[in-house]
């Protein structure tokens, strides 16, 4: 199945700011797991302090850690999310439309390729290419938070849809 672009909303649906929609949290690689009892509304705000920094970090809906996340990788300089749901049948991840060329390329895996690949790296192994994370890392972090507030993808980036 070819993948679906899902394009940027300019409105944004509001929200509760005080919501916790995630159940578990999993830092990658040594940061920490928490469960939804240990989920605070101070434990939200260092992450999203976090994020522009450097982090890799697993925001699930599942209290047991086990099916419906959203992965987030930035270094400062890109940021890429991916969700999966439905025990990896139903995959979303941002979308960098100004990469869109290099879709077919992904495919060689030459991963030594910066012009195809960003240096973030999916579970600590999996390069990101470009068109899958972003530089707008402000929208990166507002998407993270609605995710969090919400349990649903932010609607002001664009995502790729995958499904099996």
């Not at 972003?134 to 507030?149: C, L, M, P, Q, S």
């Not at 349990?151 to 664009?158: K, R, S, T, V």
Request: charged residues 25%; aromatic residues 12%; contains cysteine.
């Amino acid at each position: 199945m070819k993948p679906k672009i899902i394009p940027k909303q300019e409105i944004i649906p509001s929200y509760d700011a005080n919501a916790i929609a995630i159940k578990h949290i999993e830092y990658y690689p040594y940061g920490g797991t928490y469960s939804e009892d240990e989920i605070t509304p101070v434990l939200i705000s260092n992450i999203l302090k976090e994020i522009p920094d450097g982090i890799e970090i697993y925001l699930f809906l599942d209290p047991d850690g086990e099916d419906d996340w959203l992965e987030v990788n930035c270094d400062g300089e890109w940021i890429s999310l991916g969700f999966s749901g439905d025990s990896g049948q139903d995959y979303y991840c941002s979308y960098n439309p100004a990469f869109a060329d290099t879709a077919d390329q992904i495919d060689k895996a030459d991963f030594s390729d910066k012009s195809i690949y960003t240096d973030l790296e999916s579970g600590g192994q999996s390069p990101i290419p470009k068109i899958q994370a972003i530089t707008d890392i402000e929208a990166g972090v507002k998407a993270v938070e609605y995710f969090i507030r919400t349990g649903a993808l932010y609607p002001g980036i664009e995502w790729i849809h995958e499904c099996e």
